[in-house]
DNA sequence: ATGGGTGCAAAGGATTTGCAACATT
DNA sequence: AATGTTGCAAATCCTTTGCACCCAT
């Protein structure tokens, strides 16, 4: 039984199913800002019955709670981040991975903050290019070109 | 003809063909963030034999060339911005519009940069919340309810 | 027994693809 | 003629909804 996600859980006022703990615990368990499928097929080797509409009812319950970041960066690319302090993201373009840039400074938001009349209360700021994997195969492929 | 829109294009080495001049042409000449179906919308009493497929195609093309931003600040709200310079977005949550802050400091990017081996040629920072116009209405109710 | 949680099947939307027609060089 | 562009129809994919069942209090 993992006492972190029961404790996210808990403290974001949800009561502790199941499905929901499997599925907190993977988030918490897997820094990779896995889709929906990834948590689908992570979580149901554990939870057989498990269904994807749960996943995706939870994950969203998650997010409304602030349980768990949505992160949206690109078109058909939504993932779920257990980690709710803010923090920066990067999106590699050719694998399609969303990193984690811990030493950028994230926009911090502790409380919401009124701009021009406007109240807001969440900030996000993202990153887009090609990750240092990516960039090395590219290099590979241009070597073997040459050769 | 819409001198902006043809040296845009042309600039992001596109052939100004009379779709992608009106649909350019609506971008520059409509910064309210739309949505696909608003491009369409909006374009088609122009030229009467737009199809969507063609809007998604365009907008993807000219997003790929730089030529237009595709923004994506929210699962189920993909929208484009003919405005390519750095600027911050704002989504608010009640209405689903997306503004423009021009006074927030947006990242700049001018070249891509190297950070921990990875290349980085874009960056995104928005933020959500309540418009000031929403925040209103929803003083308006509270008070009628009082009342 | 009551309310919340789950999961199936179906519906709903948004986006992409295959392909034929068309325009432009 | 050759290439690039458009647009219809269909396919696909992702996500939500309606509803019945189940579990826990």
Partial sequence: MDIN????????GLRPST?????????LGH?????????FQGVVTEVPTLSRT??????????EHKAAQMI?????HVCYDGDI????????????RVFDLMDEKAPKLKRPV???????????LYYKGVCKEC???????????IA
């Fill in 31 to 39: 820094r990779t800002h896995p889709t929906v499928e990834d948590v």
């Fill in 54 to 63: 749960t996943v995706y009812n939870t994950l969203r319950l998650f997010s």
């Fill in 135 to 145: 960039l090395e195969k590219e290099k590979e492929n241009n070597k073997n070109k």
């Fill in 5 to 12: 996600a029961y404790n996210r859980l808990v403290d974001s």
């Fill in 114 to 124: 009124t701009r021009d009349g406007n109240l807001i209360d969440e900030a996000q």
């Fill in 72 to 76: 949206t960066i690109d078109d058909h």
């Fill in 85 to 96: 302090h803010p923090h920066v993201h990067f999106l590699c373009r050719e694998c399609g």
């Fill in 19 to 27: 499905q929901r703990l499997a599925i907190m615990s993977y988030l």
